[in-house]
C-alpha cells in the first residue's frame, strides 16, 4: 500500500464520499511498510521514526494545511444539529461562534514547521483525522444505544470498550448527577471539536437532556453550570475517544500486512 491507499482506506472505513479538510497526505512518499503511528507528530517523531526504521509517519490531528483549514470541518456540527431540530438560525449561529473561536487560535500557530522538519529528513508524512473520529463515532454511538437509562450507565458501557478499559482518564459525568435519567442523549464527535458552549446551549435549548462530548475547555464548562438551561455532560477523555476510531483502521491496515508502531493510542 502507498500513502493514498491507505488516505482512500480511511474514507471507505468512515463512509465518506471526498477527503475533508483536515486530512491529507503533506510529504508524499513510495510503499507504506513500517508506519509510525500516532496522535500527535512533531519533530521528535519524526526523527524516532527515522531512527527505529519507519518508513513513514501517520499522525492523527491535522498539521500544515489541514491544521490550517481545520476550521472547515466545524460546519458538520450543523449536520448532528439538525438531526435533533435545532433550528437552522440557531444553529448556525452557534457554530458560527465556535468557527471564529478556532479561527481565532489559528493565528499565532505555527502551521508548517512539522512538514517542513519532514521535507527536510524526507520522511513521508500524513494525517487522518476526520475519517478517524467517525469511524469511532459509529461505533461509540452503537454502545451508547444500548447502555441503561441513567448518566452512569453511559460511563459503565463505555469502559467495556478497551480504549477506555485501558485508559487512566475515565468517562465522567461533569455535569448532572451519575444517577440522574441521561433522557435524550447526542453524542458529539466527529465534527473537528467539541462544540463548546454555544452548541451545547442550542441543543439542550431544544430538548437535549445530555450531551456527550470527548473534551471541553473549563471556562466553556463554568458557563454551562452557570446556565439555567444546561443540563447533562459526559466527557469521554481525548486520548481514549481518539483511539476508538483510530484503533480500525489500524486492525484494516494490519490485515493488508502493513506493520504500524504506535505510541500514544490505547487498547
Keep these: 500500500m502507498n ?4 488516505l482512500n ?19 508524499l512518499g513510495k510503499k507504506v511498510q513500517r508506519p509510525w503511528v500516532s496522535i500527535d507528530v512533531g519533530a521528535g517523531e519524526l526523527m524516532m521514526a527515522r531512527e527505529i526504521g519507519c518508513d513513514s509517519v501517520i499522525a492523527h490531528h491535522p498539521l500544515g494545511t489541514t491544521s490550517a483549514n481545520f476550521y472547515k470541518v466545524l460546519y458538520r ?13 440557531e444553529a448556525k449561529a452557534a457554530v458560527d461562534q465556535l468557527v471564529q473561536k478556532v479561527k481565532l487560535k489559528a493565528h499565532p500557530s505555527i502551521y508548517r514547521q512539522v512538514v517542513e522538519e519532514a521535507e527536510r529528513i524526507e520522511m513521508p508524512l500524513m494525517n487522518v483525522h476526520l475519517p478517524c473520529d467517525e ?26 470498550m478497551p480504549e477506555f478499559k485501558a485508559s487512566e482518564i475515565k468517562p465522567e459525568v461533569v ?15 466527529a465534527a473537528g471539536t467539541n462544540g463548546g458552549y454555544p452548541v451545547a446551549r442550542a441543543y439542550y435549548k431544544h430538548g437535549i437532556d445530555t450531551l456527550i462530548y470527548m473534551h471541553i475547555d473549563n471556562e466553556e464548562l463554568k458557563k454551562l453550570k452557570e446556565d439555567g438551561m444546561a443540563k447533562n455532560l459526559v466527557l469521554l477523555g481525548h486520548e481514549s475517544g481518539d483511539s476508538v476510531g483510530i484503533n480500525p483502521l489500524l486492525c484494516e491496515l494490519r490485515k493488508r500486512g502493513i506493520r504500524p508502531l504506535t505510541a500514544g493510542i490505547l487498547g
Design 9 to 27: 482506506l480511511s474514507i471507505r472505513l468512515a463512509g465518506f464520499k471526498q477527503v475533508p479538510a483536515d486530512t491529507g497526505i503533506h510529504v
Design 175 to 189: 455535569l448532572g448527577e451519575p444517577r440522574a435519567r441521561r433522557g435524550r442523549t447526542k453524542l458529539v464527535v
Design 3 to 6: 500513502q493514498k491507499d491507505i
Design 77 to 89: 456540527h450543523l449536520d448532528f444539529m439538525y438531526e435533533e431540530g435545532v433550528p437552522e438560525k
Design 135 to 160: 469511524i469511532g463515532r459509529k461505533l461509540m454511538d452503537a454502545v451508547i444505544a444500548k447502555a441503561g437509562p441513567r448518566l452512569e450507565d453511559i460511563v459503565d458501557a463505555l469502559v467495556t
